[in-house]
């Protein structure tokens, strides 16, 4: 089993910047890639950004494309999820994934339990 806990999240204004760290433990040897999905009120899970553990290739939804940036610290077990230019539609829950497999957008295993962004206008 692999035990996901996010931090980071908090109230920002439209434009401003937040930082999301994902602290990863137990068999952390077993991941192969981590990625962030986020959910609104209202609004089925999407994905946000997912990193491949070894390489370190990086992919994004196409609305955060240029104003989010995934990254992976492998000693430290961490994935963070710097957010700039935020907008009121950013707003949401994000969680932090991690999975077995070389997956993107979906085929996670373990899931954090979420931390709330909220982007005010």
């Known amino acids: 089993q692999v035990q996901l806990v996010e931090s980071g999240g908090g109230l920002v204004q439209a434009g401003g910047s937040l930082r999301l760290s994902c602290a990863a433990s137990g068999r952390t040897f077993s991941i192969r890639a981590m990625g962030w999905f986020r959910q609104a009120p209202g609004k089925e899970r999407e994905f946000v950004a997912a990193i491949s553990w070894s390489g370190g290739r990086t992919y994004y939804t196409d609305s955060v494309k240029g104003r989010f940036t995934i990254s992976r610290d492998i000693p430290k077990n961490t994935v963070d999820l710097q957010m700039n230019s935020l907008k009121p539609e950013d707003t949401a829950v994000y969680y932090c994934?991690?999975?077995?497999?070389?997956?993107?957008?979906?085929?996670?295993?373990?899931w954090g339990q979420g931390t709330q962004v909220t982007v005010s206008s």
């Open positions: 994934a991690a999975s077995r497999g070389v997956v993107l957008t979906n085929g996670y295993d373990y």
